[in-house]
């Protein structure tokens, strides 16, 4: 499995994926040339990415989706609910629906039911044989009922949105910083290492953190709690990186 972060945070947000038959993207913001050149970076055409999946449809999660689709054809993968917020796309042919699980050939997708402040919010794990990955982002919990199937996965890509005194102290209203720190909203520092403390396994070769807020977060705080939340917990782990805005993550290919 080859996996790509291409942009992670508050401007825009697509990942990449294959896997034996299948080329997928999980969500596709910022825009149409930003998507085509990091794919052609990691030696990959848009034309042949075969699937989108959306997980909510914010838009630094589908900003690019119109002109993709209406370019490449591409088959999309939304919720019902989604697909009724996207009225830009209620003439489109290529739309299918999940609920809970996607399967593709060996390819298995599963969907959860996350925590934001829109119609409907999903992250996934990504199984194909002896791969999995744990997409999870924009959310502002984790349900504990999730845990079991989110356990002992080979990657986690995890947002780690917010340190909490840079957002108390930062420049955002009183109502923003309320909504970023609510339920339905995102998960700070503390909250993706403690969880990441709960998940994380033998099996476990990499974690990425994600969406990272440029005015509420550095890469240094976001490492620096993860590092000292695993010591807390005696967890020997250290292949942990942060998701950029603008530029992709190392590629990983298994």
Known sequence: MKICVLAS???????FLSTDHHKILIDIGKNVKYITDRLKEINEQPENIDAIIISHTHNDHVAALERFVKKYHTKVYMTQKMFFDLTNLEHY????MYEDNIYLDTLKITSIKT?????DSRNFIIEEKENSVVYLTDTGY???KYFDLLRNKE???FESNHDIPMLMNGPYPKW???RVLGTSGHLSNKDASFYLTKLIGNNTKKIVLM??????????KAMQMIHETFKEYNIEFDNITC????????VTND
């Open 155 to 157: 990657y986690y890509l």
């Open 142 to 144: 984790l349900n504990r």
């Open 93 to 96: 042919d290529n739309i299918i």
């Open 9 to 15: 945070g508050s401007e825009g947000n697509s990942t």
């Open 211 to 220: 969406h990272l807020s440029h005015k509420n977060n550095t890469e240094e």
């Open 115 to 119: 925590s934001h402040d829109v119609t």
């Open 176 to 178: 923003l910083k309320t």
């Open 243 to 250: 998701a950029k805005q603008n530029e992709i993550t190392k």
